[in-house]
């Protein structure tokens, strides 16, 4: 087949050859790949932009000038200015708990905007989300959640405890196998920020290690435990090898617990690119209990459950 251009082929150097994406030239997204050094045109109506929002997407489909090639690719560009407030509302708090609570928030947001290479509240602005469980593993609830994430093909991204996962580490084994997520959470739950240098690097490095002999691999992403995080714990897990990565949506299944309000939680605030802040540990019964209507809530509302390694585009674990 012989490729028809739509429009001349621009003559416009590319600005970031290696991903692909040029410049935005009238109403036509022009594109060029590394290694195929190929212009190509792309039809603007197959393209969705988001411009002034942050990320882009865009799916389109091209011709290339001197094959003929036609096919369908679709990239992420990350553009720094998709934020998400972090949402999430609890009726059991004190008017203090709630007030301190929102100052964290507030200072989370500024962390992210900050340290945009260390630290993550949510991904890009695609209809996507991430399920994440924190404090497991246990023996009884994260095998329940992850046999529900398996059964409707959904992969969730647990943030385990070093010292839970050396207890449980047939769980930890059957959720990696599963394909869900498998990512560290600290070594004994401590608040990081209390730590002094030694200590914040010795709970990485026992972290990463439990880890490590239970899946043969090291995550490469980390959330503190509280969300209790500052300048050098980012460092510090930059140090280990991770990024942190901390949540947009809170369903505050630590607070009223009930799955009713979890869902609601879930169902009241969810935006594209929603980090969603789950727990897994003994207890949370009500938490798995709301899964799975909650899963079906965001297929309907089209919103894709994927692992934080796919919604971040950022690799999961060491290579
Ligand atoms: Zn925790």
Redesign the pocket.
């Known amino acids: 087949m012989h490729a028809v251009p739509l429009l001349p082929i621009a003559t416009t150097e590319p600005a970031i050859a290696s991903s692909g994406v040029l410049k935005l030239h009238s109403r036509v997204w022009l594109l060029r790949f590394s290694g195929h050094n190929a212009g190509c045109m792309v039809r603007s109506s197959y393209v969705h932009i988001n411009r002034g929002k942050g990320f882009v997407l865009f799916a389109a489909e091209m011709r290339y000038s001197n094959f003929g090639v036609k096919f369908l690719e679709r990239r992420l560009i990350m553009n720094k200015n998709y934020f998400l407030n972090i949402e999430g509302y609890s009726e059991r708090m004190t008017d203090e708990a709630r007030e301190r609570l929102l100052q964290w928030r507030d200072k989370a947001l500024l962390q992210a905007k900050r340290h945009t290479g260390l630290v993550r509240l949510n991904g890009p602005d695609t209809p996507k989300v991430a399920l994440t469980f ?2 497991g593993p246990d023996d009884s609830i994260t095998p329940m959640i992850a046999e529900t994430l398996t059964r409707y093909g959904v992969r969730g991204s647990f ?1 385990f ?1 070093g010292s839970r996962a050396q207890k449980h580490p047939e769980v930890v084994k059957a959720v990696y196998e599963a394909g869900h997520l498998v990512l560290g ?1 600290s070594y004994n ?1 401590d608040r990081l920020t209390t730590l002094d240098p030694d200590g914040l690097e010795l709970d990485f490095h026992e972290t990463q290690a439990a880890i490590r002999c239970i899946i043969g691999k090291e995550p490469a992403l980390f ?1 503190p ?2 969300g209790d995080a500052d300048e050098t714990v980012f460092r510090a897990a930059a140090q280990a090898g991770c990024s942190t990565v901390l949540w947009s949506l809170d369903t505050l299944d630590w607070s009223q617990k009930e799955a009713a309000h979890i869902g609601w939680n879930v169902d009241s605030f969810v935006r594209n690119g929603e980090i969603i802040l789950m ?1 897994s540990h003994s207890g949370c019964i009500e938490t798995a209990k709301a899964l799975p209507h909650m899963i079906e809530s965001l297929q309907r509302k089209r919103l894709s459950p994927v692992g934080l390694d796919e919604l971040l585009d950022m690799p999961a674990y060491r290579s």
Do not use: C, E, N
Request: charge should be negative; glycine fraction near 0%.
């Open positions: 924190d404090d943030f405890v959470h739950h959330r435990p509280f727990h």
